[in-house]
């Protein structure tokens, strides 16, 4: 399942991804489930939400202002929602419209044929990462929020991945804790409260929290990149699955 962090205005960018790698059925038939996770924009015509979820039956939306300081509500909305209509979902991923993601090689990852893993959580992992303590900064947390040092273990909020059975632990762990913005740190202080380890991937240049230069073998071999326009995500997707029997040979010889 997929849930994907959008806003009001990003059009484009749903329409971009309701035709690419969500529109699959991936490895074996495998079911692909996917949510655009929306709050309100003052700016935007309400209608227009209303009318496109009319239509593709594939938004939710909560009434809380759509801005950077409130990615952590728009994401536990989505794992509210996963916890409480799609408790039997395998696997979830979060992730932002502006991302490529190569499904394929997801499941590739997430092995669907085999037993399905428990508190499995992976991603673009950060490690020790400082608080920035700065008030002009853009990612600024003050002590009285988060007095620790370093941050636990997170992934970047830009694609991260986790098995079924964590939402619910998460959404547990968020009433516990102190509410913080940034959401890939919230989870991963959820995460940490939890007990739940994060797994690295089996290689390092699965996942990325930025713009990988295209090269249709090299889209064919990682998971995400960051920075897309919805015109990135189209040609980008084409190109790499004209090309992905080519260069999986390629990777062969």
């Not at 997929?2 to 009001?8: C, M, N, P, S």
């Not at 801005?67 to 994401?75: G, S, V």
């Not at 092995?111 to 853009?138: A, C, L, W």
């Not at 295209?214 to 790499?240: E, G, L, Q």
Request: hydrophobic letters at 30%; a positive charge; glycine letters at 4%.
């Amino acid at each position: 399942m997929f849930l994907i962090e959008t806003t009001a205005s990003e059009v484009e960018n749903r329409r971009a991804i309701r035709t690419t790698f969500v529109n699959t059925t991936g490895i074996n038939g495998t079911s692909i489930i996917y949510l655009f996770l929306l709050g309100k924009d003052r700016k935007q015509e309400p209608n227009s939400i209303a009318e496109e979820s009319e239509k593709y039956h594939d938004i939710i939306q909560k009434d809380f202002q759509d801005t950077y300081k409130n990615l952590t509500i728009k994401t536990l909305m989505g794992i509210e929602w996963v916890s409480n209509y799609c408790p039997k979902a395998k696997y979830v991923m979060k992730t932002d419209s502006d991302m490529y993601v190569n499904t394929e090689r997801l499941l590739d990852l997430l092995g669907p044929d085999q037993p399905q893993k428990q508190n499995y959580f992976t991603g673009f992992v950060m490690e020790n990462n400082k608080p920035h303590r700065n008030i002009h900064s853009k990612w600024h947390m003050p002590h009285s929020l988060y007095p620790d040092e370093f941050y636990p273990t997170f992934c970047s909020g830009t694609g991260y991945v986790f098995s079924g059975d964590v939402a619910p632990k998460i959404l547990r762990s968020s009433f516990k804790v102190n509410y913080v913005y940034l959401e890939d740190v919230f989870v991963g202080i959820c995460l940490d409260r939890e007990g739940i380890k994060i797994t690295k991937p089996p290689k390092n240049n699965l996942f990325h929290n930025y713009r990988v230069s295209f090269d249709p073998c090299v889209y064919n071999r990682i998971i995400t990149s960051h920075y897309m326009r919805p015109t990135d995500i189209m040609n980008y997707w084409k190109i790499a699955q004209e090309n992905k029997v080519r260069c999986l040979k390629s990777t062969k010889s």
